[in-house]
């Protein structure tokens, strides 16, 4: 499985957010700026990031992007969905069906062991990006770099 580098953009713009001023909407050009990324296709990231409910977006000279929730209330999972798609990254085609042994009648999509091994592994990789929350990183980056929200409001 390969995530779009879009995943890895949204997540580090919501946690500059997460450090950026109370009450303050940053642009898409300013949090692109921050990485050297291209605003416009960032900008597409923070859209689909606003439709899932994850920052709000406001028009206008004092425009800009915020955090929609608490970064407790974000979770990894909520950004990767919002980005790559609520779909499973496996999807069983049932080839069995076609092999020598296999019957048209048979749901493969339950009865086959590589689907259900493939399945069991996207549940665990799913439910461990659902248990960390933007906090959670925040809390690991600040321990490691304490004057990392200085410097990213400085910078924003």
Known sequence: MQMGEGVEWALHSCLNLAWAEPGEAVTATRLAAFFDLP???????????????????????RGGFRLARSPREITLLDVVTAIEGPQD????????????????????????????????????????????????????????????????????
């Open 39 to 61: 605003a416009a296709y960032l900008n597409k990231q923070l859209q689909a990031l606003a439709r899932a409910g994850i920052v709000t977006s406001t028009s206008g000279p």
């Open 89 to 156: 990254a496996f999807r069983c085609r049932q080839i069995l069906r076609r092999a020598p042994t296999g019957s048209e009648t048979v749901d493969y999509r339950k009865a086959c062991l590589v689907s259900q091994a493939m399945r069991r592994a996207e549940l665990a990789w799913r439910r461990e990006l659902a248990e960390q929350t933007l906090a959670d990183i925040m809390a690991a980056v600040e321990s490691r770099s304490p004057r990392t929200p200085e410097r990213t409001r400085a910078n924003l």
